[in-house]
């Protein structure tokens, strides 16, 4: 034994292990990255949703209907997917290219047995049949001519090959042409021979007709293969066989990198277009309304009036489709609830003829009148036409209050200034807003009613709207929205005379999702 | 290709870069994971884990520091992870031992392969606490808390540990000596 010295243990165990390294087995590697491929479909955002409760939590539940009715298929190929898939199939069109080859090997051994059994049975009746240019002792001049085209043919092939690519198809027909030439030499020469090798040039045919250049290529290996079948038969020089075979396979090779290239240069294409083009937004906005200028939209006499924007709500869900990276179009439905109030009024009661122009009073005999505060009390001369009125008490802040509900179409373009994690667009376009429910109600501490419809609204009506987009992707294909827009609105009344200008400030917030 | 420019583009989920990454460190991470898991087929799992997390949270590397060593510490905790699940470190504390004992053993050229066997061999709670302070230079304070266990569990399990190893090695040692 040769005297070791003692050690500590941990001192041990520290120097033997300290540049330690081992190699895993490859099939690790290959499970990362089919791991790895599947995440990238499955991201669970589900819990995160939750967190945010409330709004976020009916968004979710949007978002998931939506996501159902307009993604019944999920297609995400990622990136690591497509190189896989490119190898596969590259793969296996070698294979499929491989069997033929095979074939055409089977039926050419077949032939050769059947040509040997027919030559012994040839010679055996050679005194017979003279004619007969298949036996060998009177068969040498046709069989050395025979071998001369191949050698010829082969050369060709050769010169060919190393010219490539474009020329393909002019050579595939030089191909055909000398397949035929040679086939007939087969065909004067071995009768036997005949049967196979038409069959085996249908089947040619057929993969020319069909396939891409790699076919092509592979057809020219299995045209070598054929000459090779005629080659070895007649057993004259082996050279041309080997040579044969080894333009053979130089075919092959070429032809599977052409493959790749080709197939490389597709899934190229096809990153740089944008993964997933349609999104689906979901979305809830506070919505302020107001008017640009002073008049009123009920009556004339409510213009110098105090009126005062109220916020309500709008919700809807938008489908974008990007056209680059950064602009997208989109469009969708929304419901928009608006409202405001006039204040400094006073009411009254009296007959509808008395009534509000603009207000349909549902055919009610007496019904209740909002004038301008003052019109009733401080002004009883005759020509008053409020005379009639009878003042109605209300208590506190007596309010005109019109609420509208309308559906509205956006189309609109959004542009991308800033996609990154955190993004900002420009967004711009208009709505075509459809009304809905519309009231007008005089509201007060001790009362709330309703009086009517309004009867100068536009049934169709449009908006211009402009904003600012802010979104944080929480992943690849879920984004957390702020959009603060501004739409005013083109032709809400009928009425040209009405001097009010409505717009309306939304911030609308949602999620989107990517498909 | 740097670090660097490597990080980045893993940071962009870049699938070669990935591959890259894989390439340079897989036999170091491997490593690490042979020492804490009882055999290879559990070391290779492991590993694979350790990249997924690299891959998902490199994101959270921020330059601070040697990416190695981040890379390090996500395969530890990739591994002890896994031990926490299992619930190997619920046990009681089995009294104190105290490591006093003699730990000099012969180093008559020990092959690595061996002394990896035997560290594998160790029960789990004793093959972590070991190989953590003694090889990676982890204290007990830290082990402790690492593996939810009390200093003085730490302790004793390394000095279990230490027992275990000893007795193996003097005996391929009086084995050898026999030949």
């Known amino acids: 034994m040769n005297m070791s010295d003692k050690k500590n243990i941990d001192q041990l165990f520290k120097e033997r292990f300290k540049d330690f390294e081992a190699a895993p087995s490859p099939q690790v590697w290959e499970n990362i990255q089919s791991q790895m491929a599947e995440k990238k479909e499955d991201r669970k955002v589900i819990p995160l949703w939750w967190k945010l409760g409330g709004i976020a939590a009916l968004l979710a539940l949007l978002l998931t209907v939506g996501n159902a009715v307009f993604n019944p298929f999920d297609q995400e190929p990622s990136i690591v997917n497509e190189d896989v898939e490119t190898v596969k199939e590259t793969d296996s069109e070698t294979n499929t290219d491989a069997p033929i080859i095979l074939d055409t090997e089977e039926r050419v051994l077949a032939s050769e047995e059947n040509t040997s059994e027919q030559t012994i049975e040839n010679t055996e009746d050679a005194s017979e049949n003279s004619s007969n240019k298949n036996i060998k002792p009177e068969d040498k001049t046709v069989q050395e001519k025979k071998v001369t085209q191949n050698t010829i043919a082969n050369e060709n092939f050769k010169t060919k090959v190393q010219e490539k690519t474009d020329s393909r198809v002019t050579e595939k027909n030089k191909i055909a042409a000398q397949k035929k030439k040679e086939e007939m030499a087969v065909a004067a020469s071995d009768k036997n021979e005949d049967k196979t090798v038409p069959s085996v040039n249908k089947n040619d045919a057929d993969i020319i007709n069909t396939k891409t250049e790699t076919t092509i290529a592979a057809t020219k290996g299995e045209n070598n293969k054929d000459k090779n079948a005629v080659v070895t038969e007649t057993k004259t020089t082996s050279e041309t066989t080997v040579a044969a075979t080894e333009d053979s396979s130089e075919n092959k090779k070429q032809s599977i990198f052409d493959a790749i290239e080709a197939t490389e240069t597709a899934a190229v294409t096809v990153k740089n277009k944008p993964e997933n083009r349609w999104e689906v937004a979901p979305n809830v906005a506070p919505v302020y309304y107001n008017s640009l200028s002073e008049g009123s939209s009920i009556d004339p006499m409510f213009a110098d009036n105090s009126q005062n924007g109220d916020v309500n709500l709008s919700y809807g869900v938008q489908v974008s489709y990007a056209i680059t990276d950064r602009l997208s179009v989109r469009s969708g439905v929304s419901n928009v609830d608006l409202s405001y109030a006039t204040g400094n009024i006073e009411l009254g009661t009296g007959p509808a003829a008395l009534g509000l122009r603009s207000i349909n009073y549902n055919d009610k005999a007496i019904v209740t009148i909002p004038v301008d505060q003052g019109s009733i009390s401080n002004n009883l001369t005759p020509e008053n036409p409020f005379n009639n009125l009878t003042p109605k008490s209300a208590s506190g802040n007596v309010q005109l209050v019109q609420n509208l509900t309308y559906y509205e179409v956006p189309l609109e373009l959004k542009y991308a200034i800033l996609n990154n994690k955190f993004g900002i667009n420009v967004l711009g376009g208009f709505s075509t807003l459809f009304l809905g429910n519309n009231e007008i109600s005089v509201e007060a501490d001790n009362l709330n009613e309703s009086l009517g419809e309004a009867n100068n609204l536009s049934n169709v009506s449009f908006t211009t709207n402009v904003g600012l987009g802010f979104d944080y992707k929480i992943s690849k294909k879920f984004k957390f929205n702020i959009e603060p827009m501004f739409k005013y609105q083109l032709n809400p009344y009928t009425d040209s005379s009405v001097d009010f200008k409505p717009y309306y400030l939304g911030i609308y917030t949602g999620f989107s999702f990517k498909f | ?179």
């Open chain 2, 1 to 179: 290709m740097t670090l660097n420019e490597l990080i980045i583009l893993c940071k962009k989920q870049d699938a070669k870069a990935q591959g890259e990454l894989y390439k340079r460190y897989s036999n170091v991470l491997f490593s690490i994971c042979l020492r804490y898991s009882p055999n290879y087929v559990e070391a290779e799992d492991s590993l694979q884990d350790t990249f997924i997390t690299i891959f998902k949270k490199i994101e959270q590397f921020k330059d601070k520091g040697s990416f190695e060593g981040w890379m390090k510490r996500v395969t530890v905790n990739t591994v002890l992870q896994k031990y926490r699940k299992k619930r190997v470190f619920d046990i009681r504390d089995e009294g104190q031992l105290e490591d006093e004992v003699d730990e000099q053993v012969e180093d008559n050229d020990i092959p690595l392969d061996f002394l990896l066997e035997i560290i594998q061999q160790l029960p789990d709670r004793y093959r972590l606490v070991f190989t953590m302070y003694v090889m990676d230079g982890y204290s007990h304070k830290e082990v402790a808390d690492m593996l939810g266990i009390t200093d003085g569990t730490s302790k004793s399990n390394l000095a279990r540990a230490r027992a275990i190893l000893k007795t193996k090695i003097e005996a391929y040692n009086a084995a050898k000596e026999a030949k």
